[in-house]
């Protein structure tokens, strides 16, 4: 399905909708250049878990965990790690087993652990527009903002 969206408000609502229906060991796996919107995105999926904190890019912490919704959020940035075999030395089977929600940016770079993950696609298409591709899982094919 797709959405195209003119503002980040906008992006998060498409997360948020998403967010409302996903189930226990749900991975959702980012692609977009920099700057696309992923965090954005990821801050509306966080709010549709029912979580509080404030949702912050974990550029440099590799993964930030959300605990207060009704699933927890594990959101990964996959950017300066060059293979999966660096997720799974960051404990990824760990999180996994958790019961919660893994969203990962920059999947590419750790693609062959992302098997049956949702797709998200963020492709910026100007200032505020984007256009927001979401393929894969079961279940979210009727999604509406």
Known sequence: MEFIT?????TEAVGAALGKRLAPGTVIAYRGDLGAGKTAFTRGLAKGL???ESVTSPTYTIVNEYLSGRLPLFHFDMYRLTCSDD???IGWEDYLERGGVCAVEWSE????AMENAIVVDIEKTGEDSRRITVTGGQGYADISI
Do not use: K, M, Q, R
């Not at 003119?6 to 906008?10: A, K, V, W, Y």
């Open 6 to 10: 003119n503002s980040p408000e906008e």
């Open 87 to 89: 997720l799974f030395d």
């Open 109 to 112: 770079n750790v693609d062959d």
């Open 50 to 52: 029912g979580a509080t």
